[in-house]
């Protein structure tokens, strides 16, 4: 971690605001910028603590199965993997949660087609995966199969858990069952409302949660919340959720492809998808627990190759993931289903980052556990956000949303130093700046993400 100097830290927990100059001025490429210049003034929005590791993961149970290889224990470089991240939270979730039976709970000949299509866990899941906490010491969340499973198998994979897990268990039970197929048989097969659809997973999940016992319960996994808005308080006081988990994807490729472009991605409508979910925030607060994003990646349905696995991924996240903490969820799991969009890929014993899991890591570090965002005034299209606290590495981060250039000049006595994201290229770039009369002058690429930090 770099060290502050003294005299850095007055200047940017002091200087507060930006003010747009009348000045303007030109890129490399000639293009036409905005100058921006820090200046003393008042942040535009309240300090937001940072209760929580912002970034988490989320996998589904056969792609976990298949990292975890096939030794005693996993492959060395999905530890260090792990390690890097922060050591964030694991969910095991997905489509497959509501799928997956306990080891040897299944048999052939099936007795229906609901059950052949069903995941039986490898019988040595649980011990490969306590192999993998042991050293990683990621907290747990281990999803259990509602729509199709029953008590027993819920018990046993409660037991498999407890195991299985080093540094924290939580639990939850069905994923998305807003999406549940769930006819109302006298109405000939129309989809039930959304509160006899809700009523029926709170008698089933009500059904289950003894298998857990006393363990913490996130939920109730919503593919889109607003389809139970109207319940959602009733099934977070019926079932004492104590961490309330939604999932958000801002594109499609199920539906409506056409949005799922690099452009559409980096598009602050796409960035600011969080900002919606105000609404389950004040739900959370209201029953006094945190509400996180549980499930969430750039494209629904795996992702988009060439969009979810591009440089713009990485700026994406990062704008995705500040606006969620904005407004006031309190982690971001990504998600993984062997996509385009996973944030890195186990091949044998190598692991293979793609840009998404850079702009994780650097989330992590940049926002630790303690410190606290302040929005700050900008000019349009470029978003600023000031990172206080005694162990936060960053200082600033600015954010140009807008495809040309931005300059900013920022005041310092020396040297700064900036860590840039682009969807020009992959990976971060650092750099040292060097002040000229007390003032250095930065340009921001188009769509650019610079992080100050100490130097």
């Known amino acids: 971690m770099l060290r502050k100097p003294a005299a850095l830290i007055t200047l940017l927990v002091a200087v507060c605001g930006l003010l747009a100059s009348s000045a303007s001025?030109?890129?490399?490429?000639?293009?036409?910028?905005?100058?921006?210049?820090?200046?003393?003034g008042v942040p535009s929005g309240p300090s937001i603590p940072v209760t929580m590791q912002p970034v988490g993961l989320s996998l589904e149970y056969p792609l976990m199965a298949q990292d975890l290889g096939t030794g005693a224990c996993p492959p060395p470089a999905l530890a260090t993997e792990l390690q890097k991240l922060g050591s964030p939270p694991i969910s095991l979730a997905?489509?497959?949660?509501?799928?997956?039976?306990?080891?040897?709970?299944?048999?052939?000949?099936?007795?229906?087609?609901?059950?052949?299509?069903?995941?039986?866990?490898?019988?040595?899941?649980?011990?490969?995966l306590h192999c993998l906490l042991s050293a990683s010491k990621d907290p747990l969340t281990v999803g259990i199969n509602l729509k199709t499973g029953q008590l027993a198998w819920a018990t046993q994979i409660a037991a498999g858990a407890q195991s299985a897990a080093t540094n924290g268990l939580a639990f939850s039970l069905g994923n998305e069952p807003d999406l549940y197929d769930l006819p109302n048989y006298s109405a000939l097969g129309k989809p039930q409302s959304p509160a006899a659809a809700a009523s029926l997973y709170e008698q089933l999940a009500t059904y289950l949660r003894p298998a857990i016992g006393?363990?913490?319960?996130?939920?109730?996994?919503?593919?889109?919340?607003?389809?139970?808005?109207?319940?959602?308080?009733?099934?977070?006081?019926?079932?004492?959720?104590?961490?309330?988990?939604?999932?958000?994807?801002?594109?499609s490729v199920c539906g409506s492809p056409r949005a799922a472009t690099v452009s559409g991605l980096l598009s602050p409508r796409v960035a600011d998808t969080p900002s919606a979910l105000a609404w389950v925030v004040a739900d959370a607060n209201s029953a006094g627990v945190p509400a996180i994003l549980s499930e969430a990646n750039s494209v629904s349905c795996g992702g988009k190759t060439g969009v979810s696995d591009s440089p713009a991924s990485a700026v994406w996240a990062i704008r995705f993931v500040l606006d969620a903490l904005k407004t006031g969820l309190g982690e971001v799991r990504f998600h993984f289903s062997g996509g385009a969009y996973d944030p890195f890929v186990v091949r044998g014993q190598e692991v293979i980052d793609r840009p998404l899991d850079t702009a994780m890591v650097a989330l992590n570090e940049w926002l630790p556990?303690?410190?606290?965002?302040?929005?700050?005034?900008?000019?349009?299209?470029?978003?600023?956000?000031l990172v206080s606290g005694p162990t936060a590495p960053v200082q600033l981060i600015l954010d140009n949303e807008r495809a040309r250039a931005q300059q900013v000049v920022l005041r310092s006595p020396g040297s700064v130093s900036i860590a840039v994201f682009s969807p020009a290229y992959a990976g971060l770039k650092t750099q040292t700046l060097q002040p000229s009369k007390g003032r250095i002058k930065l340009t921001l690429a188009g769509n650019s993400i610079v992080a100050v930090l100490s130097s």
Do not use: C, M
């Open 25 to 40: 001025g030109a890129d490399a490429a000639g293009s036409a910028t905005t100058v921006v210049e820090l200046a003393h």
């Open 94 to 128: 997905g489509d497959s949660q509501d799928l997956t039976a306990p080891s040897g709970a299944l048999s052939a000949p099936y007795s229906s087609w609901e059950t052949a299509v069903l995941y039986s866990l490898p019988a040595n899941f649980w011990s490969q």
């Open 214 to 251: 006393s363990a913490p319960l996130v939920g109730p996994e919503l593919a889109s919340a607003a389809h139970w808005r109207a319940e959602l308080p009733q099934i977070i006081a019926a079932l004492h959720i104590q961490t309330i988990g939604v999932h958000a994807y801002p594109l």
């Open 369 to 385: 556990v303690g410190s606290s965002l302040r929005s700050l005034t900008t000019t349009k299209g470029l978003v600023a956000t």
